[in-house]
């Protein structure tokens, strides 16, 4: 028992002095990672279902939520609900940790680079936006495969899939899927829907931390680091931001996966939400909505929990803390140059 205790006590020291040496963005970057991909697969069966609705409106969208549950696990099984979550967390586990490390990131250049701008909403509006802008540039390929993976409604037989139109292929994994889309269209085709995306989540971000932080200065003071009042926080401006947001998040499926629809590639953003509208209607614009309400909420309950308690694990410093190391820093390389 003793031996047993004094090797628990060496593992921690071991991991104590691992962590101490990591740089403040390897924790902030491990921190988001984590959080993204437990509140990903969390929520992976809504994720599935969600994107069914927003491209498969007819065959779906008419028998509802649960019938979409009972079709799904009827037709593929248990791990059908799971279909493009491999994609999904390869995606989320980098876009999580660089959104995460990426917002505290700019907030300390903003405050270093204009020490004078008001600390406060704002400052969280203008660094999340950006922040999420930079994750979704180098994670977007990841995100068109998720779709086109979790796209394909298989039969039990697993030989047909069922919903494709002419030439479009059944992608049998990951892998087999980027192959195929690059090979098919080259980078552009990997990148295939991404202007939606991007003008999506500049505002997601931005008012999701925006709304995020605002909502906190009315929170008394004795209650502010209660992990319960930053998860409803936290669910509550996710919600908001995504409604304002959702129907640019319906193109951009409908972009991804473009070639069951004939839609030109030549089309911008506004071109197919207007004929999205069209077509299909304005209600089209916010297809799975309500459901995506059922993911939020516990998404980022999940998320910010598990980041909070990375966080504390990793002996990531509180952010006054860390904004006087990076002043410091700051300060002591103007200072060197200056006697260079």
Known sequence: MVKKDEKEEGVMMFFNGVTEKMPLFTKELIAGGVAGGVAKTAVAPLERIKILFQTRQTEFRSIGLFGSFSKIGRTEGALGFYRGNGASVARI????????????????????????????PVLDLMAGSFAGGTAVLFTYPLDLVRTKLAYQVVEPSKSIVKGLVNHEQVYKGILDCFSKTHKEAGLRGLYRGVAPSLY??????????????????????????????????????????????????????????????????????????????????????????????????????????????????????SRDEAMSGAASSHTNNETSSLHS
């Not at 990426?102 to 701008?117: C, S």
């Not at 008012?207 to 930053?230: A, G, R, S, W």
Request: net charge positive.
């Open 93 to 120: 586990v980098p876009y999580a940790a660089l959104h995460y490390m990426a917002y505290e990131q700019y907030r300390r250049w903003i405050i270093l680079a204009y020490p004078d701008v008001w600390k406060g």
């Open 200 to 317: 999506g989540i500049f505002p997601y971000a931005g008012l999701k931390f925006y709304f995020y932080e605002e909502m906190k200065t009315h929170v008394p003071e004795d209650h502010k680091n209660d992990i319960t009042v930053k998860l409803v926080c936290g669910s509550v401006a996710g919600l908001l931001g995504q409604t304002f947001t959702y129907p640019l998040d319906v193109v951009r499926r409908q972009m991804q996966v473009q070639q069951v629809y004939n839609v030109s590639n030549e089309k911008g953003t506004l071109q197919i939400l207007l004929k999205i509208a069209r077509e299909q209607g304005w209600k089209q614009l916010f297809s799975g909505l309500s459901l995506n309400y059922l993911k939020v909420v516990p998404s980022v309950a999940i998320g910010f929990t598990v980041y909070d308690t990375m966080k504390s694990y990793l002996q990531v410093p």
